[in-house]
């Protein structure tokens, strides 16, 4: 599989398998039970942070050294009659290896409170489980409705400046050939996320035209503001990886 780095997206030439076909018995229950913000410690010392919408798809992000070190998309299927949830849709992107891969995510929660996720990765002979515990209230309030004014203005992260208009544009360069632009919405869930939706551009970039889908959310850290925006364009040829941390400049 060959693989060309475009940071901060990456590309593969592969779309990821799909996983989660095991049977738990009852309907998934939604909106779902796990939906809301979630932080696990990694064992590099990094932090992942993940938000689970009310559909149930999962975004998170495993931050190391305020830079993204992975990204992890899925489907979730919740149950409320015995706490267990599934998923299929399964991406893992791994930034420091520049890879793509498909695998299982699943395991149980308790509402509210808790998350046991166990990721088997394709080829992988053992499995990773994550602990999530909610997102500090102090840090992000998930049930709040997103505002455009607190995603507006500048943002920099590592080679890279993004501009979020009060209108929802979003403005995305850095030093690579590719910039992005496009909205940034208040999410139909009407709970503080930000729906994200991007288009690369640029006469030298490869991938001038692929179409992003994503979420974006702003939380309080240290206090500062950060910006967290992470998507994926897929089609039938490549899958791209875009995750971004910024803080207000």
């Given at each position: 599989?060959?693989?060309t780095?475009?940071a901060?997206?990456?590309?593969?030439?592969?779309?990821?398998?799909?996983?989660?076909?095991?049977?738990?018995?009852?309907e998934?229950?939604?909106?779902?039970?796990?939906?809301?913000?979630?932080?696990?410690?990694?064992?590099?010392?990094?932090?992942?942070?993940?938000?689970?919408?009310?559909?149930?798809?999962?975004?998170?992000?495993?931050?190391?050294?305020?830079?993204p070190?992975i990204q992890?998309?899925?489907?979730?299927?919740?149950?409320?009659?015995?706490?267990?949830?599934d998923?299929?849709?399964?991406?893992?992107?791994?930034?420091?290896?520049?890879?793509?891969?498909?695998?299982?995510?699943?395991?149980?929660?308790v509402?509210?409170n808790?998350?046991r996720a166990?990721?088997?990765l394709?080829?992988?002979?053992?499995?990773?489980?994550?602990?999530?515990?909610?997102?500090?209230?102090?840090?992000?309030?998930?049930?709040?409705?997103?505002?455009?004014?607190?995603?507006?203005?500048?943002?920099?992260?590592?080679?890279?400046?993004?501009?979020?208009?009060?209108?929802?544009?979003?403005?995305?360069a850095?030093?690579?050939?590719?910039?992005?632009s496009?909205?940034?919405?208040?999410?139909?869930?009407q709970?503080?996320?930000?729906?994200?939706?991007?288009?690369?551009s640029?006469?030298?970039?490869t991938?001038?035209?692929?179409?992003?889908?994503?979420?974006?959310?702003?939380?309080?850290?240290?206090?500062?503001?950060?910006?967290?925006a992470?998507?994926?364009?897929?089609?039938?040829?490549?899958?791209?990886?875009?995750?971004?941390l910024?803080v207000?400049?």
């Amino acid at each position: 599989m060959r693989l060309t780095a475009l940071a901060p997206l990456v590309l593969t030439a592969l779309l990821a398998a799909c996983g989660g076909d095991d049977d738990w018995g009852p309907e998934p229950t939604l909106p779902s039970p796990m939906s809301g913000a979630w932080q696990a410690s990694l064992s590099n010392g990094g932090t992942l942070n993940a938000v689970v919408l009310d559909d149930g798809r999962m975004w998170a992000v495993g931050i190391q050294n305020n830079y993204p070190g992975i990204q992890l998309s899925a489907r979730t299927y919740a149950y409320a009659e015995n706490g267990r949830f599934d998923s299929d849709r399964v991406r893992y992107f791994d930034y420091g290896l520049n890879d793509l891969f498909g695998g299982t995510l699943q395991g149980s929660y308790v509402a509210n409170n808790s998350i046991r996720a166990d990721l088997w990765l394709d080829g992988a002979r053992d499995k990773s489980t994550y602990f999530l515990q909610p997102m500090p209230a102090s840090m992000f309030n998930y049930n709040r409705p997103a505002v455009l004014n607190d995603i507006a203005g500048s943002w920099t992260s590592d080679g890279m400046q993004v501009s979020v208009g009060i209108n929802g544009s979003f403005e995305m360069a850095g030093d690579t050939s590719c910039r992005a632009s496009g909205s940034v919405r208040p999410h139909q869930s009407q709970k503080n996320v930000f729906s994200l939706n991007l288009v690369l551009s640029g006469p030298f970039c490869t991938f001038s035209g692929s179409e992003f889908d994503g979420i974006a959310v702003v939380w309080r850290n240290n206090g500062k503001d950060e910006l967290m925006a992470t998507a994926l364009s897929v089609n039938s040829n490549y899958t791209l990886s875009l995750s971004l941390l910024s803080v207000r400049s």
